[in-house]
């Protein structure tokens, strides 16, 4: 069985505030409390409307494979 971990989206307050400050312990945090609850791939989401989205996306990728081997989506 596959699990996809669907909480680091910049739709949940928390994560963007996260992203906005670029607060990589909480992301990598948030991954880890994903991986350890059995998620096999984590889906990675800025949230709509940013406008630095396409930056925002790339460091939220680094900040996970930093801290984590896992499949992104």
């Known amino acids: 069985m ?6 680091i989206n910049g739709q949940f307050p928390l994560v963007s ?3 906005d400050a670029r607060d990589a312990k ?9 991986l350890n609850a059995g998620a096999n ?3 990675v989401n800025t ?4 406008d630095d989205g396409p930056e925002a ?5 680094r900040s996970i494979q930093d ?4 499949r992104l989506a």
Not at 2 to 7: A, D, F, H, P, S
Not at 67 to 70: E, I, M, R
């Open 17 to 19: 505030k996260a992203i």
């Open 26 to 34: 909480f992301i990598q945090d948030l991954a880890a409390q994903q």
């Open 2 to 7: 596959i699990v996809v971990g669907e909480r």
């Open 57 to 61: 996306m790339a460091w939220l990728v």
């Open 41 to 43: 791939i984590l889906d």
């Open 47 to 50: 949230g709509p409307g940013r």
């Open 67 to 70: 801290a984590h081997d896992v």
